[in-house]
Nanobody
Framework: QVQLVESGGGLVQPGGSLRLSCAASSADFDILNMGWWRQTPGQQREFIAMVLSGGNTRYAGSVKDRFTVSRAGNTLSLQMNGLRSEDTAVYFC???????????WGQGTQVTVST
């Protein structure tokens, strides 16, 4: 079993910053790729950023100049700068692990950008 726990969400003003963290645990499998997704009511889950197993990173175009994703061991972080109201969403941590690899999700953490 792989368990993912997100933290760091909250209320922030437009233009502010926030740092999210995802703590992953896996008793039997190495965790391969890890990434961040977000979702608002009535919308599909949207890819944000990820760290590949080899260490390379990928970003969605909407956040590439403002967000930074990093991984240290099985802890995934997302530094969010220049936040906008449209960044308001529930942010989910995702990981691939196992043989064959399966996708695992955390419960999500709420980010609200508002005055």
């Amino acid at each position: 079993q792989v368990q993912l726990v997100e933290s760091g969400g909250g209320l922030v003003q437009p233009g502010g910053s926030l740092r999210l963290s995802c703590a992953a645990s896996s008793a039997d499998f190495d965790i391969l790729n890890m990434g961040w997704w977000r979702q608002t009511p009535g919308q599909q889950r949207e890819f944000i950023a990820m760290v590949l197993s080899g260490g390379n990173t990928r970003y969605a175009g909407s956040v590439k100049d403002r967000f930074t994703v990093s991984r240290a061991g099985n802890t995934l972080s997302l530094q969010m700068n220049g936040l906008r109201s449209e960044d308001t969403a529930v942010y989910f941590c995702n990981a691939y692990a196992g043989n064959p690899p399966l996708s695992y999700w955390g419960q999500g953490t709420q980010v609200t950008v508002s005055t």
